[in-house]
């Protein structure tokens, strides 16, 4: 007897399960069921450990087949099983019980010649880089959803690539650490107790050598799995969405009630002011201190001072109408900035134009990318959806020139009444504050966007979301919206009573919302980022080419006098973070714009589903040391620029918008709708490198030259020369 539970003992412990093999004719993997070390051998190459293991289980109830082994860890707390079918090995782990769990480390020796990893669109990472080295092992924990583009990451062998893809992206969590002179990896996975059955479930998938291999392959799962969703197919579902094909994306600045031009009398606008009667005394009261200690308005500066406090001031009046209260109503929120403007046309007659409908700059700066010839355009307001409220002829000139118009747009954040007032968006009522905020495990309110207010299950705020969008929208005459965050794959579980949320429904919620308004009121619709986990339901999404870069970074956002300083929030109307050009710092400047390590990892996924561009706080113009680089990897990925405008740099930048239009616009409105099929570096330095679509046409750009060329089947070759304009 003692005997033979000894030979049991033998043939459930580590050693002897490490020769479990499952094999077809593409390759082998030996896979050890008590750590889940897994050990690759593809055909006639060289073997890769893909996993070193985790620390090991008590194994039980192992069963296999040339293809297929199941079995438990710790007396069925863990059910494990792993399939190899043709170029893929699925695991499948399920839980008894909440918990984390270590589900792979995969060592230094793994990278073989580079990391793939998508950061924002994608790197390839030579081994051994040190600047890329350091900066992974400074991240910190890494989850699947938000802070990667993909949920995948690949290694490159030459002749082969290793890929893993989350299939279950939510609830994971990546740690680097070095190893030896490299980095290893280690992954884990929360079972939690919001839907403890739900399973974790990775694929590693054997590639072609071809760095996308593994993109490609996550793409291809998306199809089989009906998550994708084709840009054509939502063209036709929202028809408006076809001026987004060649459109440049353009944030306008300056959105307020009043410009300088239409003052016709400065001494009698100060004058009511200091009247001490009616709405103009009202208005006095909530100016700032700078424009309530103005005395004269002779100078420019004078009059520019006291009419940015008067904008400001007649802002905070509008949000009396419907800021402080239990649940905004939507209706009367809207009606407010038009009634203001009535009364302030009647408050302020003499000392200022007597045409309201064209106060404001928004019109003439619109009007100026019309006359530029400038046929398609997404021209977002920056400051939200006040300026349309306030301008709403100015949004149909822009509309009528066939342009899409949409303002800035959130309901991630839900504020207190007594936080930050111009951040309208996220004003949603004191009910929603409360009751529609995140709820962590310990029972606490989830803290919103830089500490203020509160994050938000988008399944509580959906009824103020579609009463506010359908009530502006009415009165401005939008046609496209932009949702922030909502495409981040920023993601909660959220333990309310109740009313408990996952990450998966969290998901789905964001989701939802942006699909309503692209197909219920045919708004053409976007978001921030677009990270594969929410980007269905969206068409465009704005963080993708250029990420939020640098968040934190005291010489970046706190230290005035550091050349990298980006700029304050102010003024109102050019906001200097937007449109001060500054140079990027190392590290990001090599680990984000060195051309020889980036993939278009995202593109090879969702090019023909999602546009995307840059983020907001980085446009195209932003950072003037990799301005080259930056247009030619966006030119070379075919999606399009993003710039600031405000009234003040229209004519400055103008010229640069058309330039690049000219070459950017019909190859858009060519292969928008297609997939990049393939993707390679011409030169043994990969500084030239080339991209291909489905129809056919490739794009070749040459770093060294500052230059790309387009190859459409059945036309001349088109040249383009980025380095023939400087700012």
Known sequence: ????????????????????????????????????????????????????????????????????????????????????????????????????????????????????????????????????????????????????????????????????????????????????????????????????????????????????????????????????????????????AEKLLGASHIYLWGNDLLSLGDVRDWPKLLKLLRSGKGLAAELNGLLDKEAAQVRQVKQPYEQAVLLRGLNAAINKK??????????????????????????????????????????????????????????????????????????????????????????????????SATENPDWTTAHLGSKAYGECAIVLKGGQLKTGFQKSGHYTDPRCVRPLLEARIKAVQAKSGFNAWFLDAYATSMLFDSYRTGASMTQAQNAEGNIDAARWINTALKLPTGSEDGNAITAQGILFAHGMQTPVLGWGDREMTQDKQSPYYVGAWYPPEQPAVFFKSVPLKEPFRTVYFDPTMRLPLYQAVFHGSVITTHHWLFDSLKLSNVRAENELTQLLYNVPPLYHLSAATVKQRLPLIQRQDAFFRPLHERLATQAMTDFRWLTADKQVQQTTFADGTRLVADFAEGRITAFVPGAQAVVYQVDEWRL
């Open 1 to 240: 007897m003692r005997c033979f539970l000894l030979v049991c003992t033998l043939l459930l412990s580590p050693v002897a399960l490490a020769s479990t093999v499952l094999e077809n004719a593409l390759w082998r993997v030996e896979l050890d069921p008590a750590t889940l070390a897994i050990h690759v051998i593809p055909s006639d190459k060289t073997a890769v450990q893909a996993s070193s293991g985790v620390p090991a289980h008590r194994v039980n109830q192992l069963s296999q087949s040339a293809s297929q082994a199941s079995w438990q860890w710790d007396d069925g707390a863990y059910r494990l099983s792993a399939t190899l079918d043709q170029r893929d090995l699925a695991l499948t782990i399920t839980a008894r019980d909440a918990g984390e769990l270590a589900i792979l480390r995969q060592p230094a020796s793994a990278m073989g010649k580079g990391l793939i990893w998508p950061l924002a669109e994608g790197h390839y990472v030579p081994a051994g880089n040190g600047v890329w080295q350091d900066f992974l092992l400074e991240q910190g924990d890494v989850n699947t959803t938000q802070d990667l583009s993909l949920p995948l990451w690949g290694v490159d062998h030459g002749a082969f690539t290793l890929n893993w893809l989350m299939t279950n992206p939510y609830n994971n969590r990546l740690h680097w650490q070095a190893d030896g002179k490299g980095m290893a990896m280690s992954a884990f996975h929360e079972f939690t107790t919001l839907d403890p059955a739900a399973p974790m479930t990775v694929l590693l998938h054997l590639g072609e050598s071809d760095p996308l291999a593994g993109a490609k392959r996550y793409h291809q799962w998306l199809v089989e799995q009906g998550l994708f969703e084709p840009l054509a197919d939502k063209l036709r579902q929202t028809p408006e």
């Open 318 to 415: 509008a949000r009396q109408g419907w800021q402080p209260s239990t649940e905004p109503n939507m209706t009367q929120l809207a009606d407010g900035y038009g009634a203001l403007r009535r009364e302030l046309a009647v408050a302020f007659a003499g000392a200022l134009s007597t045409t309201p409908e064209t106060w404001g700059n928004t019109s003439s700066v619109t009007n100026a990318l019309k006359h530029a010839g400038l046929k398609r355009l997404l021209v977002t307001q920056g400051e939200g959806w006040e300026g349309g409220l306030w301008h709403p002829e100015a949004v149909k000139t822009g509309v009528d020139a066939g342009y899409l118009m949409a303002p800035y747009d959130s309901y991630e954040t839900a504020l």
